[in-house]
């Protein structure tokens, strides 16, 4: 089953905190994994959110 999102959180080497970077169409991972190699590097660690997923420190 291929999961599709609008916004990802990633992590690169080295990094402590993930980054988020958001689509207006929800890709896949492999083709977040494809835009963030071109732009800033191979990311170490790869999650999507989803609307319904809870953020720390909301709430």
Known sequence: MLI???????RLPGQV???QIS???PVTAATVR???QRTV???LELWGR???DSVAGHG
């Open 23 to 25: 689509f207006e169409r």
């Open 4 to 10: 599709r999102r609008r916004i990802w959180l990633y």
């Open 41 to 43: 590097g191979a990311p």
């Open 50 to 52: 989803g609307v319904a």
């Open 34 to 36: 494809r835009v963030l």
């Open 17 to 19: 905190f993930a980054q």
